[in-house]
């Protein structure tokens, strides 16, 4: 199964057309690229294999052979599980236990320096400053991979849809994003240049501003 991907390179195109009409504005600053999975329903299913992933071009399958490049594998019967492949983890450390995976704020940023894990870890449970909500939308863990296109270590985000138990069949993946920079992510970005074409639209307005006082003065 595979699904496309949304560079924020799209989302920044015409917002970088119009700062260089503008010219005379200082341009926007350059960004790194956040690629974001868009809305998906990826079933985790309640089993000891669970759903492999490859992060990069959004395969999945049931097994790691059957997931050529995978990253991260959610699994479990009993509760749910991730973990990494070789090269990548699964954040952890940040709640209750020391090797449990945290549920972690909208904003968090994901880098080098938070604790990560590429052996397995069970989910934070349900009490806890980072356990995960139950019957929500509201989940999201924090991971590291490999990138094979560029051989360098990317970070990133992953929303999760949780039942009324953490083995409840109703469990999913609902949305992912990473930075191919390698630099980190914060938890629930999708660009790294907030609404740029609000931001190309508020210079506008204070050029052509500028342009009609000079008029008046005139």
Request: glycine share 14%.
């Amino acid at each position: 199964m595979t699904h496309p991907f949304i560079p924020s390179s799209t989302l920044k195109g015409a917002a970088a057309a119009a700062a260089l009409a503008l010219g005379s504005l200082a341009p926007l600053q350059a960004s790194a690229d956040v690629i974001y999975s868009g809305s998906t329903s990826i079933a985790i299913p309640v089993s000891t294999a669970g759903v492999y992933l490859n992060v990069l071009n959004g395969a999945t399958g049931t097994s790691s052979s059957a997931t050529p490049g995978w990253d991260l594998n959610l699994w479990g019967s009993s509760s749910l599980f991730a973990w990494a492949n070789t090269g990548g983890g699964v954040v952890t450390g940040l709640g209750g236990s020391s090797t449990a995976v945290d549920n972690l704020a909208l904003g968090t940023v994901v880098n080098a320096s938070l604790g990560s894990s590429s052996t397995p870890g069970a989910l934070q449970g349900e009490t806890g400053a980072t356990a995960f909500l139950l019957n929500s939308t509201d989940n999201y863990i924090g991971f590291s991979f490999l990138n094979e296109a560029t051989g360098a270590t990317n970070y990133g985000w992953m929303r999760l849809s949780l039942g009324a138990t953490l083995n409840n069949p109703a469990r999913s993946i609902i949305g992912y994003a990473f930075d191919n920079t390698g630099a980190g992510i914060a938890v629930g970005a999708i660009s790294a240049v907030p609404e740029p074409a609000s931001a190309v639209l508020a210079l506008a307005g204070l050029a052509g501003l500028g342009l009609w006082r000079g008029r008046r003065r005139g």
